[in-house]
């Protein structure tokens, strides 16, 4: 019989998952929608496409690409550190790495804004250098970094575990050199897993709000980002175009989504 | 080219994998290196490619030391137990990996690989991935891309452990056939005898980090050199007794064996072969044992049978033609008499005496 399953319960869990999926997501994004659509078209424009708000995307957006981009490097050597080599205190500096998700955001924006201030130990000298760290951009794309960073330690860390050591074996017995191994054959199996860091990164770094706002400086045109207009916006009572900024931001956030699992598939149908 | 190896000894912790190991491999011979898992048999030939050093000892190629050269210095070609293809590239990206981090230029690559994909019959198959080939089919590109890089040696690591049976035998035939077409020097790790004795033209059997015997498939067969040996590569059935005045008594057995005279009784073991097992319905030759037959198999070129023998305890397993079978009429429950044709006693502290009764 067809019906048969080997694991039970079938109706059950997925009538479960759907209910979770319909109360916690469709219906609360499409509600957002709903909000938005009070506006006529010329208002939404105006709410969602004005100077200050395709500012606020523009450092919302480049920040967490290039927060992404720094993430990716770092984590991947990271995770590299944490697999190929045996050092004291290994364990700890394993567990550290998922600190920034532990960590209240707020507390991470509070530490940085202290550090890289004016008065603060880094800000001290790095000001003076002409290197603007407090209420900058830079200071946007460092504490994104620092949230970002365990999504692609943890995304690259298990599938470099995996690898077989004899890939890196026969590489080396066809006459590759360490680089060449680590190009040819190592990059493009850990390619999947990095593609994935860097979009999860890159997504929580749009989302990020509580870290930003106090490293940021939350200037208008400058520093302020698309989160932080959409507070902006409801501290006005204005909650139409607040929801307004948002669907732009859900609706960026699905196409990096589509692009991403675009990018995965295709390098899955090249292997596996 | 030869490979000459002198008293190597590795150690992985307290582990000994190899220990004080001489051997020499002539040039352009197949050569297997056979016995149980963990007798070192594959460290041996990782050794031999670079991939492990030894903590003591010389590895030689002709008259080079390479003792301290990396794989890629070797130049050997390797094949691991699981391929290890890269999954990422396709067949011909494979098998050109070699060329490629030489940076040998197009016009040269795609020749030589085509030409070996048709060596290793994957001919039309170049644009595949790994994933989208049979064990057969990857095992023979990662041969192909071990060759691609013209290698002074191949070295195969259990090369047909993870296939099943059918292919495997086809595998081992057209091995032969390559070495017989390009002539390089090959070692190949195994530990099933059978392999070994069909592919290589000198068997090496290992134990404990050591070689226990090393020469030709026949010599190691008719004339093995410890009990390890004779019990490693058959099927064999082991008595125990004492040896006194040139006879072994195994219980009420009775063996010759000239080579120990003195009156002083010793332990000693008996090793037969089923095949080396004659069985009557009545006692028969100078001694034989009684037992019962338990099992008989007439499947197979040759019929089996197992016979549970009260006075030593345990199973013997006679192997019998068919005709002989057939004319003694023997079915399971049949009381009958055993006595073995040839066997070779083994006594603790001296060499084996092979010798027929």
Redesign the interface.
Known sequence: MSSKRVLPGLPFSLSFSLIYLLLMVIIPLTACLFAASSLTPAQFLKAVWDERARCAYWVTFSCSAAAAVVDTFLGLLLAWVLVRYEFPGKRLMDSLVDLPFAMPTAVAGLVYSALYSQNGWFGRVLLPLGIPTANSWLAIVLVLSFIGLPFVVRAVQPVLEGIDAELEEAAACLGATRWQTFTKVLLPTLYPALVTGFALTFARGIGEYGSVIFVSGNRQFQTEIAPFLIVVRLEEFAYAEATAIASVLLFASFCMLGLINFMERKTMGSGH | MSIVIKNLTKRFGSMVALNDVCFEAPAGELLALLGPSGSGKTTLLRVI???EFADVGTVKFENEDVTHR???ER????V?Q?Y?L????TVFENVA??L???HRPNSEVTPRVMQLLELVRLGGLEKR?P?QLSGGQRQRVALA??L??QPRMLLLDEPFGALDAKVRAELRQWLRQLHEEIHVTTVFVTHDQEEAFEVADRVVVMQKGRIEQSGSPQEVFDHPASPFVMDFIGNVNVFHGRVQHGKAHMGSLQIDYPDYPQAESREATAYVRPHELDVDKAPFAKSSICGRITQVNPAGSLAKLRIWSDEFGMALNVDLDHDRFSALGLASGDMIYVSPRRARVFVPETTEVDYSI
């Not at chain 2, 890269?86 to 590239?89: I, P």
């Open positions: 490619a670079g991939l990396s794989p890629k130049q050997v070609g390797f691991f699981h290890a890269f999954r990422h590239m990996f070699g490629r981090v030489r991935y994933s891309r071990a691609a890089v």
